[in-house]
């Protein structure tokens, strides 16, 4: 047995995330644990799709066992969504691998651009860039352009940007967890065109937004595309922000500015400037654009307004996830859950049932999901009922 693990959003699962999974195999993984956002996804938006549509397709696709990442890391910046998914596959205590898209596809680059990221000659170079006032990204990437140039090509590639953190992630936990990586084939991560076959997630969106499901159709697996069809169908999805827009807007408005300033991933007191903006805003673009500054983007901006509505605080990621929540296995996941089962480091849950059993945090944590499902609830086309993660029944295939 050779255990590979994957962490992904798979927000719709299309061809790109088979071709990893096979790839994976390819190179040794005899099962697949992927480790996937809820509800809610990196860039501060409902997920297109259910987590159940999600879990389906993939297992269809080729994982063998689903666990969940939970919301406060799943709706968070890439170091944290990486330390979180990294931090609950090695919790598991039987995952040899981790296997990661890249654009440059050049392990030995991309460890060493980590190793340098991590060094204080670096870090001082980082703080002079930000302290010019250029956003994160910017600055980090002129940084290492700066200080070592044969290593900065992975700081311009997204694929490549967050398996530098999954490896930072791996090197802070001591992780025996080899990493390997799959060079992305096709388009570009949030390209608009398509290559090879291949289009980008965000391509595939806005065809099913678009009503163009045969556009939509030609890059995913045809499994994943009729469970996607039929959750169309039952009016489920597409789930949209659009649909919550007034209610996030009204949760933001009541808020006390003290209660602003413990959202995630604020600083430089732009909790002000939200506080502000929230009552001069008639719509969520509006409310973004109020807020932005050079240093935050869009997405950084979203994060923080959805955060805000569904209950998130700062201090929820201080600590690393409390459980492993398994949302879905065929034969093979049942394997690794029995192997798992005499050597992981934290509760695996599977049962609304089983989480009463479980230390305090661990509880406030699935409560915030609960609540945040019931909300996701209503930014489907056809408002679904409230209680769906205490019903919530293991998908197996």
Avoid at 17 to 39: D, L, P
Wanted: charged share 25%.
């Amino acid at each position: 047995m050779r255990i590979a693990g994957i962490i992904a959003e798979y927000n719709p699962f299309h061809h790109g995330h088979a071709y990893h999974i096979q790839k994976t195999r390819e190179m040794g993984a005899t099962h697949i644990v992927c480790v996937i956002s809820g509800n809610y996804v990196q860039r501060g938006e409902p997920a297109l799709f259910s987590k159940e549509a999600r879990v389906k397709a993939a297992l269809a696709g080729g994982a063998d066992l689903v666990l969940e990442l939970p919301l406060p890391w799943a709706m968070a910046p890439a170091q944290t969504f990486a330390r979180g998914g990294v931090f609950l596959l090695n919790a598991l205590s039987c995952v040899d691998l981790l296997s990661f898209g890249s654009e440059c596809g050049d392990l030995p680059l991309l460890t060493a651009c980590a190793k340098a990221l991590s060094s204080d000659g670096f870090s001082l170079l980082l703080k002079e860039k930000l302290a010019a006032g250029l956003p994160f990204a910017k600055a980090r990437a002129m940084a290492m352009e700066e200080a070592c140039p044969s290593l900065a090509a992975p700081l311009s590639a997204p694929n490549d940007t967050l398996a530098l953190e999954y490896l930072a992630a791996l090197s802070i936990l001591s992780s025996p967890i080899q990493p390997v990586c799959v060079r992305r084939k096709g388009a570009g991560h949030d390209g608009v065109e398509t290559a090879e076959g291949f289009a980008s997630a965000s391509f595939v969106r806005a065809r099913i937004e678009n009503g163009d499901l045969d556009g939509a159709a030609a890059f995913l697996p045809l499994e994943s595309f009729s469970i996607l069809k039929e959750e169309l169908e039952a009016g489920r999805a597409p789930a949209g922000l659009c649909n919550l827009e007034r209610a996030v807007l009204a949760f933001l408005r009541v808020k006390k500015l003290e209660e602003l300033g413990r959202l995630p991933d604020l600083s430089e007191g732009l909790e002000n400037r939200l506080y502000d903006a929230v009552r001069k805003a008639q719509s969520l673009e509006e409310l973004y654009d109020l807020v932005k500054t050079k240093r935050y983007s869009h997405a950084r901006i979203r994060r923080i307004c959805l955060a805000g509505f569904l209950g998130l605080t700062a201090d929820l990621t201080r600590e690393p996830p409390p459980y492993l929540r398994v949302l879905g296995a065929n034969g093979r996941g049942y394997e690794v859950l029995k192997r798992a089962g005499k050597s992981a480091r934290l509760p695996i849950v599977g049962r609304y049932g089983q989480i009463s059993s479980l230390d305090k945090r661990a509880q406030i944590v699935f409560n915030l999901e609960s609540r945040a499902a019931d909300l996701f609830g209503l930014a489907a086309p056809r408002v679904q009922p409230c209680g769906g993660e205490e019903t919530y029944q293991l998908i197996k295939r």
